[in-house]
């Protein structure tokens, strides 16, 4: 239930489009800009306050959170539908009173409300690496949201090498929808699938996100990054997350460019992100309920398909990370994990007692010039 004050003062719908330091960049919705600028309008002969345009735009506000909602930890995100109260229409501030119930939340990135993620690679310039693109598509598998694969730079492969990494990742349970933002390639594709809906866009750097988000929204105006010849992939541009209106409806998100997202799920979850491994079990299941499947009798899941050995490597890494969980939550634990390479995990004893640890260098240098003074003083 809201507050009591809300009863009592001016309070409007909106979505969060931008979170910077301890401010909200809030887009009300369109009726509640229309009643906004009626209500204007009917003061303005009395108290002279500037009309707000008329504009089939709804009006942003800039807002501050309310102490309320501080004080019981609540967090205001990206996507949030708040409520807002007290909205000065001429210096264009409010303030955030309420936030609704949420349908969905990300946590890497922040945001909330969330009906699919829009994956961006390239299939050059950077190269198409299947193992990079098997990650992404998994921690994008992992949030339960539909997931649209888009592969850029169509122009610069030819129609039969199109053709081959079409079957490719078919064969691992996804259409791919083949673009060129350069050359303006069915990029109408796309925009049918994010219209009326709330998408994040992700991808490694360097593969053509912001030109792609510039070229639905001429006014976003992102920065585009150039690609590192030294390494064959794009340099990190975007800085925080934010909302953007597509003019054919629906909110784009635009997040942080990162190279290789966290693999933070449970061991026993991981094989349903893959499509292959999760059709597999769909059909029968496995004859352990705990299989990990990895060398477990009447494993239905390992086999010969193209992804198995990402699975495995993939399998490690959330097994090294489940393992690092429960050593925070029991601290007597005496095992600790070490990596030893790519995939490859050793468990060693936790020396606890001060007496099996090496001395540093500092250390051993002072008890030198210790026994020294000692021994010129006797």
């Known amino acids: 239930m809201r ?94 009173a309420e936030i609704l119930p949420r349908k969905s939340q990300l946590d890497r990135p922040a945001i909330a409300n969330v009906n699919q993620i829009l994956l961006v690679f390239a299939v050059a310039d950077p190269p198409l690496e299947p193992y990079q693109l098997s990650r992404f598509l998994v921690k994008a598998e992992s949030t339960s949201l539909d997931v649209v694969l888009c592969l850029n730079k169509c122009d610069l492969v030819s129609k039969e090498q199109q053709v081959k990494i079409n079957e490719r990742l078919t064969n691992w349970g996804y259409q791919p929808v083949f673009i060129s933002v350069g050359k303006g390639i069915d990029i109408d594709q796309v925009a049918n699938k994010l219209k009326d809906k709330m998408t994040v866009i992700a991808g490694p ?5 912001s030109s792609f988000i510039n070229e639905m929204i001429p006014n976003a105006n992102l920065r585009v990054g150039e690609i590192s010849g030294k390494l064959a992939r794009g340099r990190h541009t975007t800085r925080h997350v934010e909302l953007f209106e597509l ?8 997040t ?44 239905i899941v390992r086999g010969e398909w193209e992804r198995y050995q990402h699975y495995l490597d993939f399998l490690e890494t959330a097994i090294e990370h489940q393992t690092q969980l429960n050593q925070q939550a029991d601290p007597e634990s005496t095992v600790k994990v070490k990596t030893k390479g790519k995939g490859q995990t050793q468990y060693e004893p936790k020396l606890e007692s001060k007496k099996y640890r090496r001395s540093s260098r500092r250390t051993q240098l002072q008890e030198l010039q210790q026994l020294y003074q000692e021994s010129e003083e006797s």
Not at 205 to 209: R, T
Not at 247 to 254: C, K, Q, R, T
């Open 205 to 209: 750097s360097g593969v053509g996100k």
């Open 247 to 254: 003019p054919s409806g629906g909110l784009l998100a635009d």
């Open 3 to 96: 507050g009591e004050g809300l009863k009592t003062t001016e309070h409007l719908l909106g979505t969060v489009l931008a979170v910077q330091a301890n401010f909200y960049r809030v887009q009300l919705d369109q009726e509640e800009g229309e009643r906004g600028r009626m209500g204007e309008r009917g003061k303005s002969n009395s108290s002279q306050t500037p009309l707000i345009p008329h504009s089939s735009t709804p009006p942003l506000l800039l807002c501050t959170r309310r102490t309320r909602l501080k004080k019981i930890g609540q967090q205001v995100m990206v996507g949030d539908r708040v409520v807002v109260e007290e909205p000065d229409w001429a210096g264009g501030r409010g303030a955030i």
């Open 256 to 299: 942080p460019g990162f190279n290789q997202p966290d693999l933070d799920c449970a061991p026993e979850e991981l094989a349903q992100y893959f499509p292959e491994a999760k059709q597999r079990l769909t059909v029968d299941s496995c004859r352990f309920g705990d299989c990990l499947h990895r060398d477990e009798p009447g494993c």
